[in-house]
């Protein structure tokens, strides 16, 4: 039985290597099979097209590489000529000449009656690149890889292409820019007309050329055949742009003509010449304040603040030290390099009962790395437990309401690529967000509704869950003597670690970088808190009312014994600040028994909070130093 091979060749215009597929004879009209459609009209681009995309196994990366350096444009169709060379070579079956067209219009690779040869189709020469092999052209590429028009103001209309089932933005021109555009250059032929139109057009045009390649389209469809739907796309928005017009630009009259005639189907389709100059300077000033707008990447984070991230996040985060411990360091790993590049900074499963300090990490995280809170994409994955649920995250699919409006999630990364991305309690959502899940950590991306994918590189991805806590509390009540009672560290990441495993499938915690295990709090963690809480109310009081409050070791020890649960974490000890502190305070506060610069020290009297209040001394604008010191007296 015949097998196909790979061949590798050395392509001396770019010194590099290329692998070329050796198709066994009897597979030849097989793989000519995609020109069935074509009916026998086949010209010789479309062809030489196909054969550079199923032929040339590393074809991405040899036009990676292209891309990468400039110099090598002017070679680029020295580089397509090899190729071909190399194609023929260890596949003569597939040369032109071998090839012929049967009365159905199918290819054949030997003749037969009534049967054509593929040279001798009428369509052949229509889509050649021979006059730029020859010189005839200029020494330009059509494939610019910028929009040469991208000073001119436009308008946008979504055009639906029916090939990826998506819609695609095409630039809508004044005539005055349309004339330009048909002006700019001499096109030697209707494809090369097109395919600069496309170029001029398209919104984005190399995002959509990616998905075209992501998608596997430009190996089953001719390259040329694409090009044209788009064209037809452009067109349709631009009547005016025609290879046709592009041809007789210079008579003036023929000219005039067409812009009447278009101006008599479409009224209103351009905007009045007598608005341009004002058009153009309202684009001139979005284009400014856009170019101030500059997103933060995760590359601009300086290494000094890097360096310094884990003791900024434990001054807010009690009693977590390892666990914070363990994501910075995945984070400072990535800012050097040390990750795939595509992939995410890191993606950590965050594990523990609740009120212990995931969520709140999330939000520390967001302000002391991004620096901002509007940084923090929240998804609540309780709102994605049934199955349907998941596009929600990516957009509907093209035909179903919503489809326009795009992804909650999709959306959010793309307007701030830089973010912590928090999945909370991730066991609750569907088996179908796990899926997602696996595409942003493995490969860095997302795809929406609209067939546009969202990247994930510059996002650090972090999911909270709950997994677990009963498990370890069984094992704290199992009943004997000596170690078999006590419940240790291993013991409960032993129980963590298998409950993940019975919730998880193994291929999604591989994909993790780390799965974070948050401990319980003790008693001395627990006071710090109240501290911290009481500082942060404080705070806000000092600067709104310029009030300034003391309180004592027994204030703190007062909150600890009242609020305490261990069973909710840190949570009950918060609503225990509200009740027995805060409440009582702003109830003097709004008696007028105390006011603004007033001085106050809390303490523990019969069973409650006792507030002593001292007014500010005339004559003196500052507090007395024994008071600014500190805002935290302790006995």
Not at 143 to 153: D, I, K, R, T
Not at 311 to 327: L, Y
Not at 377 to 390: A, L, N, Q, T
Request: glycine share 6%.
């Amino acid at each position: 039985m015949s097998e196909y091979t790979v061949k590798v060749v050395r392509l001396d215009s770019i010194k590099l290597q290329a692998k070329i597929l050796v198709v066994p004879g009897d597979k030849v009209e097989e793989e000519l099979s995609i020109f069935a459609g074509e009916r026998g009209l086949i010209n010789k681009a479309a062809y030489e097209d196909f054969l550079l995309a199923a032929f040339v196994v590393n074809l991405s990366q040899l036009l990676m590489e292209i891309q990468k350096h400039p110099s090598l444009f002017d070679i680029a169709l020295d580089f397509r000529l090899e190729l071909l060379e190399h194609i023929y070579t260890h596949n003569s079956a597939l040369l032109p000449e071998n090839i012929y067209i049967d009365e159905s219009g199918k290819l054949i690779s030997a003749p037969s009656e009534n049967c054509i040869k593929l040279e001798d189709n009428d369509v052949w020469k229509q889509n050649s690149f021979d006059n730029m092999y020859s010189g005839d052209l200029p020494a330009e590429s059509d494939a610019q890889f910028s929009n040469p028009f991208s000073h001119m103001e436009y308008d946008t209309v979504s055009e639906w292409w029916e090939r990826l089932r998506m819609y695609v933005v095409v630039r809508k021109y004044s005539h005055d820019d349309c004339l330009e555009i048909l002006n700019s250059r001499y096109f030697g032929d209707r494809p090369a007309f097109e395919t600069f139109s496309v170029i001029a057009c398209i919104e984005d045009f190399e995002k959509l050329f990616e998905i075209i390649d992501n998608f596997g389209v430009n190996k089953r469809i001719p390259a040329a055949k694409l090009m044209s739907e788009l064209y037809e796309l452009c067109n349709k928005v631009n009547p005016m742009l025609t290879y046709d017009n592009a041809q007789r630009t210079e008579d003036s009259d023929f000219i005039s003509d067409v812009i009447s005639d278009i101006e008599d189907a479409e009224m209103s389709s351009y905007p009045p010449r007598d608005s341009r100059n004002r058009r153009m300077q309202s684009a001139a000033n979005r284009r400014g304040s856009q170019k101030k707008e500059k997103k933060p990447s995760f590359k601009d984070v300086p290494r000094k603040e890097l360096l310094t991230l884990n003791g900024r996040i434990i001054k807010f985060i009690i009693g977590q030290d390892a666990a914070v411990k363990t994501i910075v360091e995945a984070i400072q790993r990535a800012s050097v390099g040390l990750r795939e590049p595509h992939q995410p900074i890191g993606s950590f499963l965050m594990t523990g009962p609740t009120g212990i300090g995931k969520t709140e990490t999330t939000k520390i995280l967001a302000q002391e790395l991004v620096k901002s809170r509007t940084g923090l994409i929240k998804i609540d994955c309780s709102e994605y437990s049934s199955d349907h649920e998941y596009a929600k995250l990516i957009g509907a699919p093209a035909g179903y309401i919503g489809h326009d409006e795009g992804g909650v999630l999709t959306n959010a990364i793309r307007k701030n690529p830089f973010s912590i991305v928090v999945f909370d309690e991730i066991e609750k959502a569907s088996a179908k967000v796990y899926d997602l899940m696996l595409q942003i950590m493995d490969e860095g991306l997302l795809t929406d509704g609209k067939g546009v994918p969202s990247s994930f590189k510059d996002a650090v991805i972090l999911m909270t869950s709950n997994i677990g806590v009963k498990e370890v509390a069984k094992v704290g009540k199992k009943i004997g003597f000596g170690d078999v009672a006590v419940l240790t560290d291993d013991k409960r990441i032993k129980a963590l670690e298998a409950a993940l495993k019975k919730k998880f499938r193994p291929e999604f915690l591989n994909r993790l970088d780390e799965v974070v295990h948050f401990g319980p709090l003790d008693k001395p963690s627990y006071l710090k808190i109240v501290d911290l809480e009481l500082k942060k109310i404080l705070d806000r009081l000092k600067k709104s009312e310029k009030i300034t409050v003391t309180y004592d070791k027994k204030v703190k020890n007062f909150i600890y014994k009242r609020g305490i649960d261990e069973k909710y974490g840190a949570r009950p000890l918060k609503r225990c600040i509200k009740k027995q502190f805060a409440n009582q305070l702003t109830r003097y506060i709004l008696n007028d028994e105390i006011t603004k610069g007033d001085f106050v020290a809390a303490t523990i009297k019969k069973g409650a909070v006792d507030f002593s209040i001292s007014k500010k001394a005339e004559g003196f604008d500052d507090p007395p130093f024994y008071l600014s010191k500190n805002t935290t007296t302790e006995e």
